[in-house]
């Protein structure tokens, strides 16, 4: 049985949901609180994936996931050192995505210090933003975007705007580590467009992934749209499907993100 830790602690809040969509993809789910596994970090062991879900770690007065990021470099860099590189997934959502770019597991570990060489700062707008956005997939390599050409779902930060040096970027560009960027349909980008890009993310960059596809990171929430009434238009979609004859679905696109996860251990 594949088995996924969430971890939750303070301010954290999608803890639940991001549960549910690993246990409805076919997984064992575990939330733990932050002391719990510094207290018994061996826990680590038994999982084969480590989830950082979206909310407000310590309420962000530190700016976005840099308190959590602190708390685990000083109590668990080594063990969580350990995971990245054995063949294991990591997810990190939102303050998730935040969390694990502090730490410097994304774009990736350098010779196993906690460097950060990307930052998700407060979003052009100046102000929280919380709607539905149009994604593409880039990365051929990303264990959890297998399959996913043009996918949509919510996004809902304050601090969500992606930025590197040109020399980062352009690494990631050149080692198909950009997972989704930001888009206004299938086949065009939101080309810093607001709302189409939300925050003011640097090539339209909605999510990166590491060098060996196993660890993403990603500003838009795809627990929040795993079933088809889910969706921001879901009404529209049903009207359109039962005029046609056809059978309105259950699930909805985010759930292949937790699919793929759980299947790659299969």
């Not at 930025?163 to 690494?171: D, F, G, L, M």
């Not at 993403?216 to 889910?230: A, D, K």
Request: overall charge neutral.
């Amino acid at each position: 049985m594949v088995k996924a830790i969430l971890l939750t602690g303070y301010g954290i809040n999608c803890e639940e949901e991001t549960a549910f969509a690993f246990k409805k993809a076919g997984a064992e789910t575990e939330i733990i609180h932050v002391n719990d596994l510094i207290a018994s970090p061996k826990r680590l062991e038994e999982a084969q994936i480590l989830a950082f879900p979206g909310g407000f770690s310590y309420g962000d007065d530190t700016g976005s996931g840099n308190a959590l990021a602190n708390k685990i470099r000083n109590n668990l860099w080594e063990q969580i050192a350990d995971f990245t590189e054995a063949e294991k997934l990591i997810l990190g959502i939102c303050n998730g995505f935040q969390v694990i770019s502090n730490l410097g597991i994304l774009p990736g570990i350098q010779d196993r210090k906690p460097m950060r060489t990307v930052a998700l700062s407060h979003n052009n707008s100046a102000r929280y933003e919380c709607r539905w956005v149009s994604l593409k997939s880039f990365s051929k390599k990303c264990v959890f975007t297998k399959g996913i050409d043009f996918i949509r779902m919510p996004v809902a930060h304050g601090e969500g705007k992606f930025s590197a040096s040109e020399e980062t970027i352009k690494q990631l560009n050149e080692s198909d580590q950009v997972a989704f960027r930001y888009a206004k349909n299938p086949e065009e980008l939101a080309k810093g467009k607001f709302p189409l890009n939300p925050n003011g993310s640097a090539e339209d960059i909605a999510g990166i992934c590491d060098k060996t596809g196993r660890i993403l990171g990603m500003m838009p929430h795809p627990e929040r749209n795993i079933f088809f009434t889910q969706q921001d238009d879901w009404t529209l979609q049903a009207e359109k499907l039962k005029r046609e004859g056809k059978a309105l679905p259950i699930e909805s696109d985010g759930l292949k993100l937790f699919r793929n996860a759980v299947e790659f251990f299969r």
